[in-house]
């Protein structure tokens, strides 16, 4: 039982470049989640999935995208990298209703954007 | 914007001291969460009070929740130098469907 498993664990990009982060979760949970956590601050909600087939947009949604694969997958692309997205990429999943319970975190992805 | 604001920023402890951390929030809440941070690690949920309970209780921690002031305050007693970590509020709003995190108590216990 893996847990939350999240790939690359770093990366550096040159603006402009595009990439996708991976989440997969092993606990058949149904919400899953991505966060941004920035030096000396919390987390900030990008997006989240309550089920498989759906995504809404969390608190910063601007400059990403992502996709619900299956209930087990959760990805996070940037299409066009800028400086202001260094920071390090969390991704979450829960079980039951979204937001409403426990959540269960990846180790994390730091991405520098220069 | 953050929902949970937590207070100190930062403390700093003897091992056996009593730690204690503070939470606001804005909202009306389902419940709120704590949740514990290694440096460079992801989260670790610790223990979770609904908007119904006063006080719960996780081994060495104390959590109570007082919805009248929008605040909550985690205890963790005796603490270990194991326990250097951040420390997290989440609330759960009623009208949303994520966890909405606060800024964060950075703890160092000293051995």
């Known amino acids: 039982n893996a847990g939350v498993t999240q790939t690359p664990k770093f990366q550096v990009l040159k603006t402009g470049q595009s990439m996708t982060l991976q989440c997969a979760q092993d606990?058949?949970?149904?919400?899953m989640y991505w966060y941004r956590q920035d030096p000396g601050m919390g987390l900030r909600l990008i997006y989240y999935s309550a089920s498989e087939g759906t995504t809404d947009k969390g608190e910063v949604p601007n400059g990403y995208n992502v996709s619900r694969l299956n209930k087990r997958e959760f990805s996070l692309r940037l299409e066009s990298a800028a400086p202001s997205q260094t920071s390090v990429y969390f991704c979450?999943?829960?079980?039951?209703?979204?937001?409403?319970?426990?959540?269960?975190f990846g180790p994390g992805t730091r991405l520098t954007v220069t | 914007s953050q929902q949970g604001e937590e207070d100190p920023q930062a403390l700093s402890i003897q091992e056996g001291e009593n730690a204690t951390m503070n939470c606001s929030y804005k909202?009306?809440?389902?419940?709120l969460q704590w949740y514990r941070q290694n440096s460079g690690r992801g989260l670790v949920h610790l223990i979770l009070?609904?908007?119904?309970?006063r006080e719960k209780h996780s081994g060495r921690l104390r959590v109570t929740l007082d919805t009248s002031k929008k605040s909550s305050s985690l205890l963790i007693t005796a603490s270990r130098a194991a326990d250097t970590a951040s420390y997290f509020c989440?609330?759960?709003?009623?009208?949303?469907?994520?966890?909405?995190f606060g800024s964060g108590t950075r703890l160092q216990v000293q051995p």
């Open positions: 606990m058949n949970h149904n919400s």
């Open positions: 009070i609904r908007s119904n309970e």
């Open positions: 909202t009306s809440i389902n419940n």
């Open positions: 989440a609330a759960s709003d009623t009208g949303r469907r994520a966890l909405t």
């Open positions: 979450a999943s829960g079980p039951g209703k979204a937001g409403g319970n426990e959540q269960y």
